[in-house]
């Protein structure tokens, strides 16, 4: 089979040099590129099966933040294999691609051998995984898993056993099998506890999996490794971000260098800021962070796009009265960032955030029709903030029911983003939006449903999920507080994330409980307390960390 490669380096002599390299070692089909934005044309019409990224890309985005935002928007499919080029031996360079697990790392200078090993060595492990990539691709997850424990339990080659035994943690993670991912993290940091992906992975799954204090933990040791600071500090801060101690986020974030700050991050700062009355430290921080892009044209949009949303958040919390400041601030953002774009997801950003500063300004008409392009209605790439500022269009136009389904999306879509800081906004956003437009009960009720279901089915870890967030939507309804209860009861689980058992048993005796729902918190507490053990002293340890 020919392989197609694609290569994304900006210095037009390394391209040519790397391409040259290249075509000698296999039978490949390669295409290079001068920037992100040349290769997100590419995508539009063809899939790679290799892509070579170097890390600097000029003064625009970094090849990890090209890569991060490729795959969230469905770009980049998940069979795709990644090689990254850098020159900038930095530990938080190094650590920020190690965080994506490519398949290689190659440090210029590097050798035509080295090129070549590495390729070669790429080569041979996607053609003996080459169906389970396929079934990826094909959206097919729990068939590429049947595939690739097949292929385990024939025995792998050992030169392939680290590749192979990292994508399937991956996709075990990715298919909500999270406490089983984990064994294999730990079986891979029992042999070598220094391994930066099983690290990571193992983190991962302990967030997924609820641990939060074993999380918290984890990263505190994780700060003090140069490759994984950064990432760590991020990670801390969104942990407390949940836990609504946003004195913390600042600490935690004000540990990494400004100018290092990513665009998740400087958000969660914003919004961090914001939840303590800080309006004005937090349109510094985007201002800032905006003015140092200013010539670097695809971040400089991004973050004017970012402060323009956090002006239309303003004027909406304002009285309808006080907001013609905020209002104007917006739109000329908006028109800067949006001014002569061609890219259909930026247009339909552009679009919604004109039409949601009209509906804030009761100029419905003019919302209408800023919705009548084509490109409004395809949400296939919408970023779920932007899901969340299209539901509010939607819903101040009298249509509910639409508003419903894309704040219902942009959950769904939130929780399968990798960047914690990201889903941590995102969610916050989420939450707000629909408790502003009356709809979070309601998708707490369908929530509490799906969990029930899986509580049913004795598949308690989503189940928790399921009545954690429904609580979290619908903080005063009993039932969601006590399902969550009852399934981390029955399944030995004496931390779930921000709760522990004692703390939970607290939080529902102080709602307003209905005579059955009162006795059975009386029975849940019963069987608590016979299982104290196991349950109730863990969760003092827990409480005593402030979750």
Not at 501 to 520: G, T, Y
């Given at each position: 089979m020919d392989y197609r490669i694609a290569i994304v380096e900006d210095n037009a002599t390394a391209r040519t040099t790397l391409r040259g390299h290249l075509l000698p070692i296999a039978k490949l089909n390669v295409s290079s590129f001068g920037s992100g934005v040349e290769l997100k044309s590419a995508l539009r019409k063809q899939h790679f099966e290799l892509i070579i990224m170097d890390y600097h890309l000029g003064q625009g985005r970094t090849g990890v933040e090209w890569v991060q935002s490729l795959k969230e928007s469905g770009f980049i499919r998940p069979g795709t294999g990644l090689i990254f080029l850098t020159s900038d031996r930095s530990p938080q360079t190094i650590g920020r691609i190690m965080d994506l697990q490519p398949d290689?790392?190659?440090?210029?200078?590097?050798?035509?051998?080295?090129?070549?090993?590495?390729?070669?060595?790429?080569?041979?492990?996607?053609?003996?995984?080459?169906?389970?990539?396929?079934?990826?691709?094909?959206?097919?997850?729990?068939?590429?898993?049947?595939?690739?424990?097949?292929?385990?339990?024939?025995?792998?080659?050992?030169?392939?056993?680290?590749?192979?035994?990292?994508?399937?943690?991956?996709?075990?993670?990715?298919?909500?099998?999270?406490?089983?991912?984990?064994?294999?993290?730990?079986?891979?940091?029992?042999?070598?506890?220094?391994?930066?992906?099983?690290?990571?992975?193992?983190?991962?799954?302990?967030?997924?999996?609820?641990?939060?204090?074993?999380?918290?933990?984890?990263?505190?040791?994780m700060v003090t490794s140069s490759l994984a600071r950064d990432s760590a500090f991020e990670w801390l801060a969104s942990l407390s971000f949940e836990q609504k101690s946003y004195e913390q986020v600042e600490t935690y974030l004000s540990q990494i260098k400004f100018s290092e700050l990513s665009l998740p991050a400087a958000r969660l700062k914003s919004i961090a800021y914001q939840k303590q009355d800080k309006v004005v430290e937090a349109i510094d921080l985007l201002q800032k962070k905006r003015a140092m892009h200013r010539s670097a044209k695809d971040r400089f949009n991004d973050f004017t796009f970012e402060l323009a949303e956090f002006y239309l958040l303003l004027a909406e919390e304002a009285p309808s009265t006080n907001r013609e400041e905020s209002l104007s601030q917006a739109r000329k953002l908006v028109g800067l960032a949006g001014r002569s774009q061609s890219d259909r997801q930026v247009l339909q950003k552009r679009d919604y955030l004109l039409a949601f500063s009209a509906i804030l300004e009761g100029e419905d008409q003019k919302a209408a029709h800023l919705l009548e392009s084509d490109y409004m209605d395809d949400y296939l790439r919408t970023e779920p903030s932007m899901l969340v500022i299209a539901a509010k269009v939607h819903h101040g136009l009298g249509e509910e029911g639409k508003a419903s389904q894309l704040l219902a999306l942009a959950k769904q879509k939130n929780s399968e983003l990798q960047i914690i800081s990201e889903q941590v906004a995102n969610d916050d956003l989420i939450f707000n939006g629909g408790e502003r437009l009356g709809l979070n009960h309601d998708q707490a009720v369908m929530l509490n449903e799906t969990g029930t279901k899986l509580f049913v089915d004795k598949q308690y870890l989503p189940a928790m999920k399921h009545f954690y967030d429904a609580l979290n939507l619908s903080p005063e309804t009993a039932a969601f507080g006590l399902?969550?209860?009852?399934?981390?009861?029955?399944?030995?689980?004496?931390?779930?994330?921000?709760?522990?058992?004692?703390?939970?048993?607290?939080?529902?005796?102080?709602?307003?409980?209905?005579?059955?729902?009162?006795?059975?918190?009386?029975?849940?507490?019963?069987?608590?307390?016979?299982?104290?053990?196991?349950?109730?002293?863990?969760?003092?340890?827990?409480?005593?960390?402030?979750?």
């Open positions: 290689a790392l190659l440090i210029k200078p590097y050798t035509i051998a080295s090129l070549s090993r590495q390729i070669k060595h790429y080569l041979s492990y996607r053609q003996y995984i080459e169906p389970v990539l396929r079934e990826m691709d094909n959206k097919q997850r729990p068939a590429a898993i049947t595939l690739l424990r097949k292929k385990l339990r024939e025995g792998v080659p050992p030169r392939l056993a680290s590749d192979v035994g990292k994508l399937f943690a991956k996709l075990l993670f990715e298919n909500d099998d999270i406490l089983h991912a984990m064994r294999v993290y730990d079986d891979v940091l029992t042999r070598s506890d220094k391994v930066l992906w099983a690290q990571w992975g193992k983190i991962k799954c302990q967030y997924a999996a609820g641990l939060w204090p074993d999380c918290q933990d984890a990263l505190s040791d399902n969550l209860l009852q399934c981390m009861i029955e399944s030995d689980t004496a931390v779930y994330r921000k709760y522990g058992i004692r703390k939970l048993l607290r939080v529902v005796a102080d709602m307003p409980l209905s005579e059955s729902n009162h006795h059975r918190l009386t029975q849940l507490n019963l069987a608590a307390q016979t299982n104290a053990e196991k349950l109730m002293a863990p969760a003092i340890n827990e409480d005593n960390k402030g979750h």
